[in-house]
């Protein structure tokens, strides 16, 4: 379920507020300046499906959204369990640690997720608003936001990015270790208290 977690940015323990109700996640986003919104996501996904046959699936929604954002690349960054692959974990594990890493992009960053989830954790005025973005959710992050990503120790998750250039994804890292000072996103799943 789509959530969000509040937190003032100098205090992580203490929760401001939180929701799980896509209306009230939206309302909050929208004050901060971040779009937020319920797509549908009809394509039963697997594993095994392309990026390709993910693409083609959203193929009218891609193209809309493209035109009205003048996005001229889009790509599908994915992560699920490969139970046959023994350096599975290892590349988990740094796929995760990268994103981990406070960062902002010069564009927005546009994500729409079409399998599993994640939590974006962004730090906008004096607070970190952490949101767990599930199936469905198309997240637009201003500019410059500072932010991370934590896909969790088991990642599963599948997402639609949208970029501004056609380079792809380019991370600015700002090198402060504040993730490290806020409930992960396994823990903020198993719920408070942490
Ligand atoms: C959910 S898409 C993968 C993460 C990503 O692209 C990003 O920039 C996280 O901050
Ligand atoms: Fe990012
Ligand atoms: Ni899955």
Redesign the pocket.
């Known amino acids: 379920m789509s959530s969000i977690h509040v937190f003032r940015e100098n205090a992580p323990g203490a929760l401001v507020r939180a929701s799980q109700d896509h209306a009230e996640i939206a309302a909050i986003l929208r004050d901060v300046g971040v779009r937020f919104e319920a797509w549908e996501a009809s394509f039963s996904f697997t594993p095994s499906a392309t990026a390709e046959e993910i693409l083609a699936a959203y193929r009218e929604p891609i193209e809309t959204l493209c035109r009205e954002g003048g996005y001229p690349s889009v790509d599908v ?1 994915r992560l699920s369990p490969a139970p046959n692959d023994p350096s599975s974990a290892e590349k988990a594990r740094a796929a995760r640690g990268k ?1 981990l890493e406070e ?1 902002t ?1 010069d564009e927005d ?1 546009v ?1 729409f ?1 079409v399998h599993g989830a ?1 939590v ?1 954790y962004l730090r906008l005025a004096g607070q970190v608003l952490a949101v767990r973005c599930e199936r469905g959710d198309l997240i637009s992050v201003p500019a410059g936001t500072r ?3 934590d896909m969790g120790t088991q990642p599963d ?1 599948c ?1 639609i ?1 949208f970029f501004g250039t056609p380079a792809g ?1 380019i ?1 600015n890292f700002t090198g402060d270790e504040i993730a490290r000072r806020f409930p992960d996103a396994d823990t903020l799943e198993r719920g408070a208290p942490w």
């Open positions: 960054a994103f960062h992009h960053e994500r997720f994640g974006f932010h991370w990503f998750f997402a990015r994804w991370g």
